[in-house]
């Protein structure tokens, strides 16, 4: 399977990178919702198209109001976007207020609390919670032959109880917005740091990890001190845009 990144920055974009959002093509499946989302019109080859939002910052949201321009595109039959009641809720009264943005979308809405996303090509979809401010959630998704983890925003920590749930998996895409000499920052927002993230990635056994939501304003060619990831866990690659990952 293959999974496109479409945009790997946390909070705003840069020249290199727009926000929070990924696609798995083959499962009619987005991650998140940033601005990346805009990217997503060629890529789509079937009929339904589940969104599953970690959370409600705009970095990972306000690509939903560029899915009219997507489905214009590429129409597809069947759209559900998943996320947590809250934040569900919080997205249609504020992001689609219509003084923000004119337009309903012809989307379902779905609760997680509610029903369990299934995934075309038998994806097997798991939620947890994760520490960030506002709370956030992560997802496991298990195909018969490929399994993928998508962790963001939250303080990465490998004795934290997500990390049992994401083990094995084939593909781990987790924030890692800072560097390892930004642990202070990260601690206070909410986010990662790089040698955690690595750690993470050790003690959950899995097959490769992509650091994703990266800070915006790292433009160089080095945006997370990769080396010290790697030195923890060597198959990391360093996600950026229009980066296709195997899994
Ligand atoms: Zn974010
Ligand atoms: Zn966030």
């Given at each position: 399977m293959q999974l496109h990144c479409l945009g790997t920055s946390g909070y705003h974009p840069n020249e290199q990178r727009h926000t929070t959002c990924y696609a798995v093509p083959a499962a009619g499946l987005v991650l998140d919702a940033g601005t990346?989302?805009?990217?997503?019109a060629p890529l789509l080859q079937t009929d339904r198209l589940d969104i599953l939002l970690s959370h409600a910052h705009l970095d990972h949201v306000v690509g939903l109001t560029f899915l009219l321009s997507v489905l214009h595109q590429r129409p597809v039959e069947t759209v559900r976007v998943w996320g947590q009641r809250s934040k569900l809720q919080a997205i249609r009264e504020h992001l689609f207020h219509e003084s923000l943005f004119p337009v309903q979308l012809d989307v379902e809405w779905i609760a997680l609390e509610d029903r369990v996303p299934e995934l075309l090509g038998n994806g097997r979809v798991r939620w947890f919670p994760l520490q960030h401010p506002g709370g956030s959630v992560g997802y496991r998704i298990d195909w018969p032959d490929h399994s993928l983890a998508y962790v963001s925003d939250t303080t990465g920590d490998?004795?934290?109880?997500?990390v049992s749930v994401i083990?094995?998996?084939?593909?781990l895409l987790h924030e890692?917005?800072?560097?390892?000499?930004?642990v202070a920052w990260a601690e206070k927002t909410g986010h990662s740091w790089t040698n955690r993230v690595a750690s993470v990635a050790q003690v959950a056994a899995v097959g490769q990890l992509a650091l994703v939501?990266?800070?915006?304003?790292?433009?160089?060619?080095d945006p997370v001190g990769l080396d010290s990831a790697r030195a923890v866990f060597p198959n990391t690659v360093v996600a950026a845009d229009k980066l296709v990952l195997d899994f």
């Amino acid at each position: 399977m293959q999974l496109h990144c479409l945009g790997t920055s946390g909070y705003h974009p840069n020249e290199q990178r727009h926000t929070t959002c990924y696609a798995v093509p083959a499962a009619g499946l987005v991650l998140d919702a940033g601005t990346g989302m805009f990217r997503l019109a060629p890529l789509l080859q079937t009929d339904r198209l589940d969104i599953l939002l970690s959370h409600a910052h705009l970095d990972h949201v306000v690509g939903l109001t560029f899915l009219l321009s997507v489905l214009h595109q590429r129409p597809v039959e069947t759209v559900r976007v998943w996320g947590q009641r809250s934040k569900l809720q919080a997205i249609r009264e504020h992001l689609f207020h219509e003084s923000l943005f004119p337009v309903q979308l012809d989307v379902e809405w779905i609760a997680l609390e509610d029903r369990v996303p299934e995934l075309l090509g038998n994806g097997r979809v798991r939620w947890f919670p994760l520490q960030h401010p506002g709370g956030s959630v992560g997802y496991r998704i298990d195909w018969p032959d490929h399994s993928l983890a998508y962790v963001s925003d939250t303080t990465g920590d490998p004795i934290a109880d997500y990390v049992s749930v994401i083990r094995g998996v084939d593909l781990l895409l987790h924030e890692c917005n800072f560097r390892d000499k930004q642990v202070a920052w990260a601690e206070k927002t909410g986010h990662s740091w790089t040698n955690r993230v690595a750690s993470v990635a050790q003690v959950a056994a899995v097959g490769q990890l992509a650091l994703v939501h990266l800070n915006p304003l790292e433009t160089g060619e080095d945006p997370v001190g990769l080396d010290s990831a790697r030195a923890v866990f060597p198959n990391t690659v360093v996600a950026a845009d229009k980066l296709v990952l195997d899994f």
